[in-house]
C-alpha cells in the first residue's frame, strides 16, 4: 500500500518557505512510494520525521538544508553550493563520512567511495524544491542497513504528479564575510523549474536547477621561518594564532570560490493494482573556479608580493609561490535509479532497487603560480577521475503476520560495487587541460555481498521485540598505486594485494507501551563498516597535499545501544534517547599541516573509541500558545578514545570534531492563513580537529570553533499561485571555523509560482 499524507494546501518555495494558503482545503500529495524502510527502522530505533510543513522556517537552498537542524546531526556546508557538504550523525562525524547514508526515492547519494571533505553525499542529485518527505533513522538497529549506518540513514521521497503541475521558483542570496584580510560581500541566485504530469497509469516528472554563487575565501596561508638570505622587505602580513595557538604570519587567502551547478532530472513512474515502479534519471554538470587569490603582501615599492623569502618586522619567512596559484574543476555526473514494488499477497510485498553511479568527468586544473607571479606561464597540474562510480541492487521481501499473528518478516539481499581512480599530471598548459607528464595514479575495487533477515513480533499491546542477523561478504581487488614520481608520461604502477573477509551482524530491539502515552524501547546492534577504496588505495602527490596507501585496515567493529523513552502528546511528542557506541579499529584520516599550509595524510586505525550520548527532543504544533510549531533538540556527547597501542599518549582523549553539546530550535508561527513568520538557532560547543587534542585556539583558521547562529524567515502567500519570503541566516554575523570559515550572515530573497 502507498504511503501518503495530507497537507493543508501547502505552497513550498525554493527556499523552503511553506505558507499555508488562503480559504485552506485539505489536499492529498503522494510521495514517490510507500516508506517502508523507515517505517521497519522505527519499529527498532529512533526515527525522526520531516514533512513539508516543517520546512516553513528553514532558508532552504540546497538539500541538505533539509535536516540542517536534525536531532545530533551535522552538516559541514561552508557556503551555498559548496561540493563538500559532509554529513555527521551521532557518533560519526563530519569527516566519518561512510557512517552515514542517504537515499532518494530509493537511489544512494552517498558517497562511499572518498572520506573527509571528499566523501560529501552527492546532495545536488535532488533539488530541495521536489522534496516532500525526509526520515532521519539513527543507528544500526535494522538489519536492512550495513555498517554504513553507524551514524544514521537518511531517507528522502519526493512527490507524485497527480496531475499536470508545473512550478517555478528562484532565490537570491548574499553574504557578508570579513576576517584576516578578506572583507566583503559576496552573492548567488538559485533557479528551479518542473513539470509534472499524470497520464492513466503513468506519472512523468521534468526538472532544472541552476545554482550559481560566490563564496569566501576557504584557505588562510601562514609562512614558516626561513634565513634572511635574499629576504624582501614587505608589509602586509597579519600576524595571528594558528590552531594550536602558535603565533604565525599570515601572508594571504585562496580567494573568493565561484561554483556553478546544474542538475537536470527525468522521473517516470508507473502505478497499476499491486505494482508500481519508479526510473529515475539525474544529471549534475558543476563548475567551480578559485582565480581570485588574495596576497597581502607589498614590497617598500608598494607591488605585491606572490612568493619567495621576506622580511616583515625584523623577521624572515617563506612563502611558497605556489600557495597563490589559481584553479578550476569541472565535475559531470550521472546517477540512474529503478525502484520496483509488488503486492505479492495482502501480506506478503516484494521490492527491488538498481542504481548506477557514474562520474561522467571530474577534472581539476590548477597553475604552478599566480599569474601575477613574474615567472607565471601556463605549466600547471591536472588531476582527474576516471571510471569512477558504482553499482547497487538490493531485493526485499516483507510479510505481516508471518506463521502468527503479529509476527512481521524482512528479508532480504544487497549487492553493491566501488571502483575509484585517481590521476594526477604535470602540465605545460593547465588551461586546457593538457597532461604532458605522469605524476601520481591510486585506485582500486571493493565488493560487498548481503544477505539479512528481521523479525518484529509485536506480542500485545503492550510488548514488542524484533531480532535480527546481516551477513556481508566484503572484498577488495584491483588496487594499484604509482611509484615515486617517475615523471614519465607512461603509468608504472604498483599493484596491492586484496582482501576479503565476512561478518555477521545481530540486532535486537525491545518495546514496552505501558499505555497510549508513553513508550520505552532498547535497541542493540553490531554493524561492521568496511574500508573504502579510498581508505585502502589512495596514493597521490598533489601541489598542496600528500597521501599514503593503507591497503591493510580492518573494518570498524561497533557495538551500539539505544535506550528511548517517549511521551505522546495531542499535538507532537517528547523523546530521550541515551546512546552508547563502542567502535574497535575505528580508521581515522590524519593529516599534518606543513609550513605554508601544504598537507600530508594517511587513514589510520584507532584501537578503540567508546562515544556516550543523550538527546532530548521535543516536536509540537500548537506549542503553548496557539498557531506555533517547534522542533526543539538538544545533545550532550562524551567521545573518549579508549585504547590506542600505537600512540598511547591520546588515551584518554575527546575524538575528533564531536563537540560536548549541540542543539537546535526551529519554531514557526502562523500570523494568519497566507503570512507566516519563524525562526531558528543552531549551536555547537567547541571541539578537537586533532586527536592529541593540542588545537585549543578558538576563531581562527583550523580551529573546530563553536557556534551560535540565529536565523529568521517570513513567508507570505500573496494569492494562490505566488508566495514570496525572506530570510537572514546567521543573523549575528559570527565569524566561526570549521577548519575552513562557516558563513557569515546571510540574506536570503526567494518567490514561488505554480501554474
Known amino acids: 500500500m502507498k504511503r501518503t499524507f495530507l497537507l493543508g494546501c501547502i505552497l513550498c518555495s525554493s527556499a523552503g518557505s511553506v505558507v499555508a494558503q488562503e480559504q485552506p482545503a485539505i489536499e492529498e500529495v503522494k510521495v514517490w512510494g510507500e516508506q517502508g524502510e523507515s517505517r521497519v527502522a522505527e519499529r527498532v530505533g529512533p526515527v525522526s520525521t520531516l514533512e513539508q510543513a516543517d520546512f516553513a522556517s528553514i532558508n532552504m537552498a540546497t538539500t541538505e538544508d533539509v535536516v540542517k537542524h536534525e536531532p545530533s546531526v551535522v552538516i559541514r556546508r561552508r557556503f551555498i553550493g559548496d561540493s563538500n557538504g559532509t554529513l555527521g550523525i551521532r557518533s560519526a562525524n563530519m569527516f566519518q563520512t561512510s557512517r552515514s547514508m542517504v537515499f532518494a526515492d530509493g537511489v544512494p547519494l552517498h558517497y562511499l567511495l572518498q572520506s573527509r571533505w571528499s566523501g560529501a553525499p552527492r546532495w545536488t ?195 611558497p609561490a605556489q600557495r597563490f596559484n589559481v584553479s578550476a574543476a569541472d565535475r559531470e555526473s550521472l546517477n540512474l535509479g529503478l525502484r520496483l514494488r509488488a503486492e505479492l499477497s495482502p501480506k506478503a510485498s516484494l521490492e527491488a532497487n538498481i542504481s548506477q553511479f557514474k562520474i561522467l568527468d571530474d577534472e581539476n586544473r590548477s597553475s604552478a603560480v599566480n599569474p601575477e607571479h613574474p615567472s607565471y606561464d601556463l605549466n600547471g597540474q591536472v588531476s582527474d577521475y576516471e571510471d569512477t562510480g558504482w553499482d547497487t541492487f538490493g531485493v526485499t521481501l516483507n510479510i505481516n503476520d508471518f506463521a502468527i499473528d503479529g509476527l512481521d518478516w524482512v528479508s532480504g539481499a544487497r549487492y553493491e560495487s566501488y571502483e575509484l581512480n585517481y590521476q594526477v599530471f604535470s602540465s605545460t598548459d593547465y588551461l586546457a587541460g593538457a597532461k604532458d607528464s605522469f605524476t601520481s595514479a591510486s585506485g582500486g575495487t571493493t565488493d560487498i555481498a548481503a544477505l539479512f533477515t528481521q523479525f518484529n513480533w509485536q506480542i500485545n499491546d503492550t510488548f514488542d521485540v524484533a531480532l535480527g542477523l546481516r551477513y556481508e561478504d566484503w572484498s577488495s581487488q584491483d588496487g594499484y598505486y604509482s611509484d615515486d614520481n617517475p615523471n614519465t608520461a607512461e603509468f608504472d604502477l604498483v599493484s596491492v594485494p586484496g582482501n576479503d573477509m565476512d561478518k555477521f551482524s545481530p540486532k535486537f530491539s525491545f518495546g514496552y507501551r505501558p499505555n497510549a502515552d508513553w513508550q520505552l524501547r532498547y535497541s542493540l546492534g553490531r554493524a561492521y563498516r568496511f574500508a573504502i577504496v579510498e581508505e585502502l588505495f589512495s596514493q597521490y ?180 499561485q505566488f508566495t514570496l519570503s525572506l530570510g537572514v541566516d546567521n543573523v549575528t554575523n559570527e565569524i566561526a571555523y570549521v577548519a575552513h570559515p562557516w558563513p557569515g550572515r546571510t540574506v536570503f530573497i526567494n518567490f514561488s509560482y505554480d501554474l
Do not use: C
Open 125 to 319: 542529485m535532488v533539488s530541495a524544491s521536489e522534496i516532500a518527505r525526509v526520515d532521519v533513522v539513527y543507528g544500526p538497529f535494522s538489519a536492512e542497513y550495513s555498517g554504513n549506518a553507524m551514524g544514521g540513514v537518511v531517507l528522502i521521497e519526493t512527490a507524485i504528479p497527480q496531475k499536470r503541475e508545473v512550478h517555478i521558483d528562484g532565490s537570491f542570496f548574499s553574504q557578508s564575510f570579513d576576517d584576516y584580510g578578506h572583507d566583503g560581500n559576496v552573492d548567488g541566485y538559485k533557479g528551479f523549474a518542473s513539470y509534472g504530469d499524470k497520464f492513466g497509469d503513468f506519472s512523468v516528472y521534468l526538472s532544472y536547477n541552476h545554482l550559481n554563487n560566490e563564496a569566501q575565501p576557504q584557505s588562510f596561508y601562514y609562512a614558516g621561518a626561513a634565513d634572511a638570505s635574499g629576504a624582501v622587505p614587505v608589509a602586509g602580513g597579519i600576524y595571528g594564532q594558528d590552531s594550536q595557538g602558535i603565533e604565525r604570519l599570515y601572508f594571504g587567502d585562496s580567494g573568493v570560490v565561484d561554483t556553478q551547478t546544474d542538475n537536470i532530472k527525468f522521473k517516470l513512474g508507473y502505478d497499476v493494482d499491486a505494482f508500481s515502479a519508479l526510473f529515475n534519471v539525474a544529471f549534475e554538470d558543476r563548475q567551480s573556479e578559485t582565480f581570485g587569490a588574495h596576497s597581502y603582501l607589498s614590497d617598500t615599492q608598494g607591488q605585491t608580493v606572490w612568493g619567495g623569502t621576506i622580511e616583515q618586522d625584523g623577521s624572515n619567512y617563506s612563502v
Open 541 to 720: 602527490e598533489a601541489y598542496n597535499s600528500i597521501s599514503e596507501a593503507n591497503p591493510t585496515l580492518q573494518p570498524e567493529n561497533g557495538l551500539h545501544q539505544n535506550f528511548m523513552l517517549q511521551r505522546e502528546l495531542s499535538n507532537g511528542y517528547l523523546r530521550l534517547n541515551i546512546y552508547q557506541d563502542t567502535i574497535e579499529d575505528v580508521i581515522e584520516s590524519q593529516s599534518t599541516i606543513l609550513p605554508g599550509g601544504s598537507s600530508i595524510r594517511t587513514f589510520i586505525p584507532v584501537d578503540k573509541v567508546r562515544t556516550r550520548g543523550v538527546e532530548l527532543v521535543a516536536n509540537a504544533n500548537d506549542f503553548i500558545v496557539s498557531n506555533l510549531d517547534v522542533r526543539i533538540n538538544l545533545t550532550y556527547t562524551d567521545a573518549k578514545i579508549i585504547a590506542n597501542n600505537a600512540d598511547p599518549s591520546i588515551v584518554g582523549n575527546t575524538f575528533s570534531r564531536m563537540p560536548e553539546w549541540r542543539g537546535n530550535l526551529l519554531a514557526t508561527y502562523h500570523l494568519s492563513d497566507r503570512w507566516n513568520i519563524g525562526g531558528s538557532l543552531q549551536y555547537a560547543s567547541d571541539s578537537f580537529g586533532r586527536l592529541d587534542n593540542t588545537d585549543t585556539a578558538d576563531n581562527v583558521y583550523g580551529a573546530q570553533d563553536g557556534y551560535t547562529r540565529v536565523g529568521l524567515k517570513t513567508n507570505y502567500a500573496v494569492n494562490r
